[in-house]
């Protein structure tokens, strides 16, 4: 079955210091993976995505991501937090069909 | 560019009236729009998939008479909420894709989602 685990439900950090969120996914076939943050009572944003090639994808707002198929992990990281990173973090998992399907979801909050 | 609305932003109505949700790609031609129900601190479950011309492909479990999506145009698709109860309130977030290139898995480009409240 198609699935997206997202393990950590709400995370806490310092500003400033370094961030990881992790997501893992089952997919069947070449999977395209997302992350998306959605700030409350808005859309969501794509950070970045992975399709292929290079397995280290930079995003906006500084981050980046690692695709390990060994692991099936597609982790997000951000050397440094800022404050208005505080958000709702979404990992998604699409294939050809365009049809993407979402983890439960990180909340990040991050204290002065 | 890229970018996709969503009206009303927010809308109350009474049990049993009918709501329509408004979804445009403002700036690029859409081919493929989908329609996502959040709950409250959770997930985005997808309700269904509209391509410009012919019938939404609801997920299971969706209602097809209650969610009626209609994709008329390249920059619209309307989700309209029949007979509203006091469940479907949640929030709903449109997405819209351009035109498939090459066969990749196209970027979602998302509204910023309707808050639906049914009394």
């Known amino acids: 079955a198609q699935s997206v685990t997202q393990p950590d439900i709400h995370i806490t950090v310092s500003e400033g210091a370094s961030l990881e969120l992790r997501c893992n996914y089952s997919?069947?076939?070449?999977?395209?993976l997302f992350w998306y943050v959605q700030s409350p009572g808005q859309g969501l944003q794509l950070l970045l995505k992975?399709?292929?090639?290079?397995?280290l994808v930079q995003g906006i707002k500084g981050f980046e991501a690692e695709f390990k198929r060994s692991q099936s992990s597609f982790n997000l990281r951000k050397p440094s937090v800022h404050w208005s990173d505080a958000a709702e973090y979404f990992c998604?998992?699409?294939?050809?069909?365009?049809?993407?399907?979402f983890g439960t979801g990180t909340r990040l909050q991050v204290f002065p | 560019g890229a970018v996709v609305s969503q009206h009303p932003s927010w809308v109350i109505c009474k049990s049993g009236t009918s709501v329509k949700i408004e979804c445009r790609s403002l700036?690029?031609?859409?081919?493929?729009m989908f329609w996502y129900r959040q709950f409250p601190k959770q997930s985005l479950m997808l309700m269904a998939t509209?391509?410009?011309?012919?019938?939404?492909?609801?997920e299971q479990g969706v209602e097809k008479d209650k969610f009626l999506i209609n994709h008329a145009s390249l920059t619209l698709s309307t989700l309209t909420v029949t007979s509203a109860h006091p469940e479907d309130s949640s929030f709903y977030i449109c997405s819209a894709s351009p035109p498939r290139a090459g066969g990749l898995n196209n970027e979602q480009f998302f509204g910023p989602g309707t808050r639906l409240t049914v009394l």
């Open positions: 700036d690029f031609q859409a081919t493929t």
């Open positions: 997919y069947g076939a070449t999977p395209y």
């Open positions: 509209s391509n410009e011309g012919s019938k939404a492909t609801y």
């Open positions: 998604a998992v699409g294939g050809a069909t365009d049809k993407l399907i």
């Open positions: 992975y399709f292929s090639g290079d397995t």
